[in-house]
């Protein structure tokens, strides 16, 4: 059976929906999708784990220590480091922004 990763887009949430698309012994697949969400300022992310990340629809601003800020457009990808703090600093306001993250040891 397929599934598409377009399928289910809300308009808007109060919180960023995270979805679970494979798992496997040292890695895992996941949909996120943000409707106008940031990461607080104060409560950056900090992984023991690395992740790359993939923009598939939307836009994105994301912060990662020691690099600053970048923008994300459909089809930039990057990989965050274990350890590397970071945070999402927007989401575009006017449609989901939907993302693919690869969490891998």
């Given at each position: ?50 992740e ?29 480091p ?17 993302w ?6």
């Amino acid at each position: 059976m397929t599934a598409n990763l377009f399928d289910d887009l809300p308009g808007s949430a109060p919180a960023e929906l995270f979805a679970d698309l494979l798992v496997r012994p040292g890695c895992r697949v996941e949909r996120i999708v943000s409707t106008g969400q940031a990461t607080p300022d104060d409560a950056p992310c900090d992984q023991a784990h690395d992740e790359w990340v993939l923009l598939l629809k939307g836009a994105a601003g994301l912060w990662l220590e020691g690099q600053g800020e970048c923008t994300l457009r459909p089809g930039d990808h990057l990989l965050i480091p274990a350890h590397v703090r970071h945070r999402v600093t927007w989401t575009a306001q006017d449609e989901p922004t939907v993302w693919l993250a690869l969490h891998f040891e």
